[in-house]
């Protein structure tokens, strides 16, 4: 009896130890390993990537901005956007609507939006005006900064619109500053109507610039073209007359004057 209790002892002492083995070992692979934490299956690919454009409003303009000329900014303009007030042509003032101008300039529309890059630029003594893509912008004069859509074809349109001011058949040189005898190069574009136009030869500063042009034998109303003005002192008084399809008329003392070239 006394070697089968001894038996059955050593018996129960390996279970016991055999057991606890276990135990360590479960507690190892539990909490001893490098185990993983609880947020290690949340990637950096679940977080959205920066596009590093910077979302702004569809009446945001490039003033709003306080940058520096030659800065750029890449903006975000999101969809179902409204058109907004925008003066000049491929260079713009920097007040002008930047989003309603990328529409302006064919990079973005109303519907979609999308994503632009602008380029702070110098001021201009002019803003040209022109229709494109749904969008009808304004003439404006002297503004102290403008702001330009980076693509490849930026240097090549500001370098035209510097050339040739494009302009609107209703715009008159009212807009123009500068001593008598500075010259302006402006654009007409083609199926013009007619204006308000004072003078014969020497026009009232406040006359259509390309209903002058035409009836000073420049071009026509269908084709439109370019056109040089020059501005002149005004003139006690304006006779007006009937050329080329366009009737002008009289009128008294008017300050300022501009020729057609």
């Not at 529409?103 to 380029?119: A, C, D, K, P």
Request: charge should be neutral; charged fraction near 15%; proline fraction near 4%.
């Amino acid at each position: 009896m006394s070697s089968q209790r001894i038996a059955l002892g050593l018996l129960f002492l390996l279970l016991i130890i055999f057991a606890g083995c276990s135990r360590l070992k479960g507690d190892h692979s539990a909490d001893g390993g490098h185990a993983a934490p609880a947020n290690s299956n949340k990637s950096s690919t679940d977080v959205p990537p920066s596009s590093g454009a910077t979302p702004t409003s569809w009446q945001a303009n490039a003033t709003s901005l306080n940058g520096k000329v030659r800065q750029s900014f890449t903006l975000s303009c999101a969809p179902g956007g409204t058109a907004g007030s925008v003066w000049g042509s491929d260079i713009y003032t920097a007040d002008s609507s930047i989003c309603t101008a990328a529409v302006h300039s064919g990079l973005i529309n109303f519907q979609q939006g999308g994503t632009v890059t602008i380029e702070l630029r110098e001021g201009r003594p002019i803003y040209g005006s022109r229709e494109r893509n749904g969008v009808t912008t304004s003439t404006y004069g002297s503004y102290q900064m403008s702001f330009v859509f980076k693509t490849p074809e930026t240097e090549a349109l500001v370098r035209e619109a510097e050339d040739q001011t494009p302009v609107m058949w209703n715009t008159s040189a009212g807009m123009l500053t500068g001593e008598d005898g500075k010259s302006w190069k402006l654009l007409c574009p083609g199926n013009g109507f007619t204006g308000s136009v004072w003078g014969t030869d020497v026009y009232t500063l406040d006359s259509s610039i390309c209903n002058a042009a035409v009836h000073a034998g420049k071009f026509t109303l269908e084709s439109g073209g370019p056109v040089t003005i020059e501005l002149r002192p005004g003139e006690s008084a304006y006779k007006g007359s009937s050329r080329n399809g366009i009737k002008t008329n009289d009128y008294g003392a008017y300050g300022r004057s501009f020729v057609v070239k």
